[in-house]
T-cell receptor
Framework: AQKITQTQPGMFVQEKEAVTLDCTYDTSDPSYGLFWYKQPSSGEMIFLIYQGSYDQQNATEGRYSLNFQKARKSANLVISASQLGDSAMYFC??????????????FGTGTRLQVTL | DVKVTQSSRYLVKRTGEKVFLECVQD?????MFWYRQDPGLGLRLIYF???????EKGDIPEGYSVSREKKERFSLILESASTNQTSMYLC?????????????FGPGTRLTVL
């Protein structure tokens, strides 16, 4: 069974600073994908970044980067130059590749990030 | 851009009522999903569908059913609503043929059962 662990219930960061949100995962599958989503107070889940288990390089999307350490089974999200609009819940998720049906996502419990002036 | 819409942002129902939550996506995605989100528990998969009229149970299907008569529409049905089904419900869709199979979410429906 897959498991995603986010150990930081809440984080604070000052505006313009970088912040790292932790995510560890557990799977015995060789093929998997890792995702990060942002959920503002409005409730919508917004896709941020993706890392495949066979990708050689860490994923980057603008101010977001994913620090993927396969041997340690960690996939930490790094947000550079934090902005007030980054205040939200952040969820790490892992895709389980099933045969014959849709792949499934398993989510962590989330980290609430608060960006301060 | 992917667009996933849900029929209501907020819904209040009474115990025992039959409740329909509708989800529509406009990107011709094969897969659709229903999740519920509760504080401290993250998102939990209720049901998913990988084709029209095909459905599979997720991790917490009890008390729910689904319907997918058309590719773009996936409905979640609470046959007899109970107070423990008060939650945030999120619909998502994805296309496994597009590499990462990223799931894109709707805005969510906050359901309160009194």
């Amino acid at each position: 069974a897959q498991k995603i662990t986010q150990t930081q219930p809440g984080m604070f960061v000052q505006e313009k600073e970088a912040v790292t949100l932790d995510c560890t995962y557990d799977t015995s599958d060789p093929s998997y994908g890792l995702f990060w989503y942002k959920q503002p107070s409005s409730g919508e889940m917004i896709f941020l970044i993706y890392q495949g288990s066979y990708d050689q390089q860490n994923a980057t999307e603008g101010r977001y980067s994913l620090n993927f350490q396969k041997a340690r089974k960690s996939a930490n999200l790094v947000i550079s130059a934090s902005q007030l609009g980054d205040s939200a819940m952040y969820f790490c998720a892992m895709r389980e590749d099933l045969t014959g049906t849709a792949s499934k996502l398993t989510f962590g419990t989330g980290t609430r990030l608060q960006v301060t002036l | 851009d992917v667009k996933v819409t849900q029929s209501s942002r907020y819904l209040v129902k009474r115990t025992g009522e039959k409740v329909f939550l509708e989800c529509v996506q406009d990107m011709d995605h094969e897969n659709m999903f229903w999740y519920r989100q509760d504080p401290g528990l993250g998102l939990r998969l209720i049901y998913f569908s990988y084709d029209v009229k095909m459905k599979e149970k997720g991790d917490i299907p009890e008390g729910y059913s689904v319907s997918r008569e058309k590719k773009e529409r996936f409905s979640l049905i609470l046959e007899s609503a109970s107070t423990n089904q008060t939650s945030m419900y999120l619909c998502a869709s994805s296309d496994p043929g597009r590499g990462t199979d990223t799931q894109y979410f709707g805005p969510g429906t906050r359901l309160t059962v009194l």
